[in-house]
């Protein structure tokens, strides 16, 4: 399974943000208050959207009375200390089938593609070319590509609603800006088909303390749609 929004994708990435951040009950509460209450505002405006794509994939059963019969007799019965190894080649090949046919949605390619920059304002025009490229790297490996057969625009474009919704990315004239704080959950989602594809570069470890980067540029609020905005 893969997703364009996982729900507690920030819970998730908190601690690897700031491992000294751990919010109490109270603030966690709150935290959920808060998103209920967002949604509910939004659609009672009807400015309510859809959380992007899911997709699921279906590969091979692989059988475990197979795999038992094979095994070494009575390694389920063994102490934790030496079952484990010996259940370790099983846990091994399950995530090799599973990563190999994880579906590839538009947030995570495009997440990807972001993360082979080595600079945060990227031009437009090169992202589509990064992220065509990355999708015949995907068709070599077999890569489920969700829609793969649209064009790059329209896969960018269903992307770019979420991570714009979410204030990741951010449109300059023809370039885009990904946000320091976005970084993370760029990551997040860039990570679950990382095993597909090449990485480019060396990644820059994220934190919070990049949140306060001036050289970016800055958003500004606009009267229209709520939670819309644009770089200045």
């Known amino acids: 399974m893969n997703f364009d929004r996982v729900l507690e994708d920030r819970v998730l990435i908190r601690e690897l943000v700031d491992e000294d951040h751990r919010p109490g009950r109270i603030a966690q509460l709150a935290s959920v208050v808060h998103y209920l209450a967002w949604n509910l505002g939004r659609l009672a405006f009807g400015r309510l959207r859809r959380y992007g794509r899911a997709a699921v994939n279906f590969g091979t059963p692989l059988s475990l009375r197979a795999w ?7 390694v389920l019965d063994w102490p934790k200390e030496q079952r484990l190894p010996a259940l370790e080649g099983l846990a091994r090949e399950l995530m090799q089938r599973i990563g ?8 995570p390619l495009a997440a990807a593609a972001l ?5 945060l304002v990227i031009p437009r025009a090169s992202l589509l070319e990064r992220m065509d490229a990355l999708r015949d790297r995907l068709r070599e490996v077999n890569g489920k590509v969700v829609r793969g057969g649209s064009g790059i625009e329209d896969i960018w474009d269903r992307a770019w609603r979420m991570l714009h919704l979410r204030r990741l990315v951010v449109q300059d004239g023809s370039s885009l800006v990904v946000l320091p704080r976005g970084r993370p959950l760029l990551e997040y989602y ?8 090449p990485v480019r570069g060396e990644r820059v470890p994220f934190h919070k303390e990049h949140d306060r980067d001036t050289a970016l540029p ?13 770089a200045t």
Do not use: C, W, Y
């Not at 993360?115 to 600079?119: A, G, K, N, S, Y």
């Not at 860039?190 to 594809?197: D, K, P, Q, R």
């Open 68 to 74: 038992l019969s094979s095994a070494p007799v009575g």
């Open 100 to 107: 190999a046919i994880v579906p590839v949605t538009p947030v």
């Open 115 to 119: 993360l082979t920059f080595d600079q």
């Open 190 to 197: 860039a990570n679950s088909i990382a095993h597909l594809l």
């Open 218 to 230: 800055r958003l500004k609020r606009l009267s229209g749609e709520m939670g819309e905005g644009k």
